[in-house]
C-alpha cells in the first residue's frame, strides 16, 4: 500500500469518526427540535402534523416562563459571582507564590472531581444543618450559592490558561510609565485576559443555566427550566417541553458562537 492510498484511508477514518461524532451529539437535538413541532398533543410517531402553536403556548404558561425566569437569575447571578470569583483566584493561583499555593490549587479544584449528583446532596445536607440553626428553607438563593460552588473551579481552570500565556513584560511597560497598579490592572491586564474571562463567563453561564442535579437538590420548591421540564415529562409527555428544550438551547448555541468569535477577534 503507497503512502497517497494511506493518507486517503486515515483522512476517511478521522473524517467518518468526526461525522459520527456529530451525529452521536445532534440527532438527539434536532430530533428534540423536530417533536417540538408536533401538532398533536402527544408525542407520538407519525406527526398529527407540523405546528408552531406549542411555542405559542409556552408563551402563555405561567409555570414555565416563571422556569425560564428563575434560571435566568440563577445563572445570571451566580456567574457574575463565580467569573469575579474564579478570575481573581486563577491570577493569585498562577502569578504569585505563597506558602499552602499547592493545598490552594487543590481545593479550589476539588469540585471539579465531584459528581454532581454527590456535590448536590452535600450541599443539601450542609444547607439543612444551616436551615435549622437559622430557620431558613432551601430556594432560590441556596440554588445560586450551590451553583457558584459549581462553576467557580471551570472559570478559575480557563482563565488560568490565559493567564499563563499573558506576557508580565506589558504590565511592567505600563508602570514604567507611570500607571498606577489600579490602572495596571484596569487598562491593561483586564483587557488582555478579557476574551479568557469572557469565554469562561459564557461556559459557566450554560453550565449554570443547564444544570438539573444541583438545582433539585437546593432550590426547593422553585422551578428551573431543568426541573420544570423533568417535573412534566414526568407526568406526561407533550410537545410543550420540547419546544422549552428548544427555546433554551438555541441562545446558548449564540453565546458559544459569539465567544468563539471573540477569541478569534482578539489572537
Given at each position: 500500500m503507497n503512502v497517497r492510498t494511506q493518507d486517503t484511508l486515515i483522512n476517511i477514518m478521522l473524517?467518518?469518526?468526526?461525522?459520527?461524532?456529530?451525529?452521536?451529539?445532534?440527532?438527539?437535538?434536532?430530533?428534540?427540535?423536530?417533536?417540538?413541532?408536533?401538532?398533536?398533543?402527544?408525542?407520538?410517531?407519525?406527526?398529527?402534523?407540523?405546528?408552531?402553536?406549542?411555542?405559542?403556548?409556552?408563551?402563555?404558561?405561567?409555570?414555565?416562563?416563571?422556569?425560564?425566569?428563575?434560571?435566568?437569575?440563577?445563572?445570571?447571578?451566580?456567574t457574575v459571582i463565580a467569573t469575579a470569583v474564579g478570575t481573581t483566584a486563577a491570577i493569585v493561583s498562577v502569578r504569585y507564590r505563597f506558602r499552602g499555593k499547592a493545598a490552594f490549587q487543590a481545593l479550589t479544584g476539588a469540585p471539579l472531581a465531584f459528581p454532581q449528583l454527590l456535590l448536590g446532596i452535600v450541599l443539601l445536607l450542609w444547607f439543612s444543618v444551616l436551615g435549622r440553626l437559622f430557620g431558613f428553607n432551601t430556594g432560590l438563593v441556596t440554588a445560586i450559592i450551590g451553583h457558584i460552588v459549581y462553576i467557580t473551579p471551570f472559570v478559575m481552570v480557563i482563565v488560568a490558561v490565559q493567564v499563563h500565556n499573558f506576557d508580565p513584560q506589558l504590565e511592567d511597560a505600563a508602570r514604567d510609565c507611570g500607571a498606577s497598579t489600579w490602572e495596571v490592572y484596569r487598562h491593561v491586564t483586564v483587557p488582555l485576559l478579557w476574551p479568557g474571562i469572557f469565554s469562561a463567563a459564557i461556559f459557566a453561564f450554560l453550565l449554570s443555566w443547564g444544570n438539573f442535579y444541583i438545582t433539585y437538590s437546593l432550590a426547593g420548591s422553585t422551578r428551573t427550566v431543568p426541573t420544570f421540564i423533568f417535573s412534566g415529562i414526568a407526568v406526561g409527555s407533550s410537545p410543550l417541553y420540547p419546544a422549552i428544550a428548544t427555546v433554551v438551547f438555541i441562545p446558548g448555541l449564540i453565546l458559544v458562537a459569539l465567544a468563539a468569535r471573540m477569541r478569534r477577534a482578539r489572537a
Open positions: 473524517y467518518g469518526v468526526m461525522a459520527a461524532v456529530l451525529l452521536f451529539f445532534y440527532i438527539p437535538i434536532f430530533t428534540l427540535m423536530a417533536f417540538s413541532l408536533q401538532e398533536g398533543r402527544y408525542l407520538t410517531l407519525p406527526f398529527d402534523g407540523i405546528s408552531l402553536k406549542w411555542y405559542g403556548e409556552l408563551l402563555n404558561s405561567g409555570p414555565a416562563l416563571t422556569a425560564l425566569r428563575n434560571s435566568t437569575l440563577i445563572a445570571a447571578f451566580a
